[in-house]
């Protein structure tokens, strides 16, 4: 427990003008033109100092990265390659604005607890701060908050625990609050880019041989599905909270275009053309059939 949670960010606008006053970026056009977390900034600068604060990405004319600030207090605009380009050739100085602010504020998490005839829980955990991320993020959100409701309908044996959090900081910090809650806990899913095009997948839970990972395989071959399979690691999502010292909860994750795997990852590209319900849908059926073959 030795992370600290980062001030509350709040933003009302960002932007930068050409010396003649025209909009080149804005932030009410794209929230993903800011970077997460920049603190507040009002100055001129000509292009040599302003393209150090710009951030896109090289062969990717279109895409928008996904950039984040959450530790270190500073600040800079995201733009496509197109875009990058046209600032350059615009006239400086250039006006740059950012409204935002940092201040002690709260994280905000969700938790949803459906009672079995067993007080032994199993854990569901999905993620909630990525803005403007569809597959890294709300699709994970859909997916859990239906079979929520499917389980629900079942009336299980085992019991659910649901909980929506800011991904890492969120997770730690609901650990630290629910240790005790956690004793409960057997086994866990988190639940993460699940509605991209490409092959559905698994993450191992952290011992290859737990029971988990031999009944997601199972429900995998059942449904005659040619999946892909990730060994556990510590670079991915909040697996790594939960699977820790003190818990060491085995947890896995069944995805569709797994984080990292997909070329619009972390950009303004990983959008509602790339994701859609129907492969939501697709990873919520893998997902309850799991839950039949836990229960």
């Not at 690691?233 to 909860?249: C, H, L, V």
Request: glycine share 6%; proline share 3%; with cysteine.
């Amino acid at each position: 427990y030795d992370w600290t949670i980062p001030k509350e960010w709040n933003i009302k606008d960002a932007y930068i003008l050409d010396k003649n006053g025209d909009v080149l970026i804005s932030y009410k056009e794209n929230n993903l033109h800011v970077v997460s977390y920049s603190k507040s900034v009002r100055k001129n600068l000509s292009w040599s100092e302003l393209k150090k604060k710009i951030h896109f990405i090289k062969g990717k004319n279109l895409a928008i990265p996904y950039r984040t600030t959450y530790y270190n207090e500073d600040w800079g605009f995201c733009v496509n390659e197109k875009q990058y380009y046209k600032i350059k050739k615009a006239n400086g100085p250039y006006k740059i604005s950012i409204q935002s602010s940092l201040k002690k504020g709260s994280l905000t998490f969700g938790e949803y607890l459906i009672k079995g005839k067993s007080k032994r829980e199993i854990l569901i955990s999905t993620y909630i701060c990525h803005p403007s991320m569809a597959n890294d993020c709300l699709s994970g959100l859909i997916l859990t908050a239906f079979l929520a409701k499917k389980i629900q309908k079942i009336k299980p044996k085992w019991s659910y625990r649901f909980v929506f959090v800011p991904e890492t900081i969120g997770a730690v910090a609901y650990c630290y609050l629910n240790e005790k809650k956690m004793k409960n806990i057997d086994t866990g899913l988190v639940i993460t880019t699940v509605g991209g095009s490409g092959k559905l997948g698994y993450k191992k839970s952290w011992d290859n041989d737990h029971q988990i990972n031999k009944d997601i395989e199972k429900v995998f071959k059942s449904m005659k599905i040619n999946f892909i399979t990730y060994p556990f690691s510590i670079r991915g999502s909040d697996e790594r909270q939960y699977s820790s010292q003190g818990f060491k909860i085995n947890v896995a994750s069944i995805t569709k275009d797994k984080y990292f795997e997909y070329p619009q990852y972390h950009t303004s590209l990983d959008n509602l053309k790339f994701v859609n319900g129907k492969n939501i849908n697709l990873t919520l059926k893998v997902y309850f059939k799991l839950i039949k073959e836990i229960e």
